[in-house]
């Protein structure tokens, strides 16, 4: 299973941005799908997920009611609308794909992920 993230900027904050990630082979409407964010010289961060069965979705609470995380699995596709981007939400934002998860559920513990993209850089400036 390959990912490509796309969608990354600079945006002033108060801005949005749009992150997709497309998964190539493998089973992507059978995977659970992540969303995770890394800055220099801290640990990679939990930011939201979806489940493959009936899309329940988790969040992060720093994100929580600004970002959404949705997927088209006709498109192989995993999506995070990201709105009211704060300066502390610059990072490198990662996709990820679970592909033992159970259809109702998904970890926010990158650990449980199998497959990861290259990341997209996400820039917020004040």
């Known amino acids: 299973v390959q990912l490509q993230a796309s969608g990354g900027g600079l945006v002033q904050a108060g801005g949005s941005l749009r992150l997709s990630c497309v998964a190539s082979?493998?089973?992507?409407?059978?995977?659970?799908m992540g969303w995770f964010r890394q800055t220099p010289g801290k640990e990679r961060e939990f930011v939201a997920a979806?489940?493959?069965?009936?899309?329940?979705?988790h969040y992060a609470d720093s994100v929580k009611a600004r970002f959404t995380i949705s997927r088209d699995n006709a498109k192989n596709t995993v999506i995070l609308q990201m709105n009211s981007l704060k300066p502390e939400d610059t990072a490198v934002y990662y996709c990820?794909?679970?592909?033992?998860?159970?259809?109702?559920?998904?970890?926010?513990?990158?650990?449980?992920?199998?497959?990861w993209g290259q990341g997209t850089q996400v820039t917020v400036s004040r």
């Open positions: 082979g493998g089973t992507f409407s059978r995977y659970a």
């Open positions: 979806i489940s493959w069965s009936n899309g329940r979705t």
């Open positions: 990820a794909a679970d592909k033992y998860s159970p259809g109702t559920y998904s970890s926010p513990d990158g650990r449980e992920y199998d497959y």
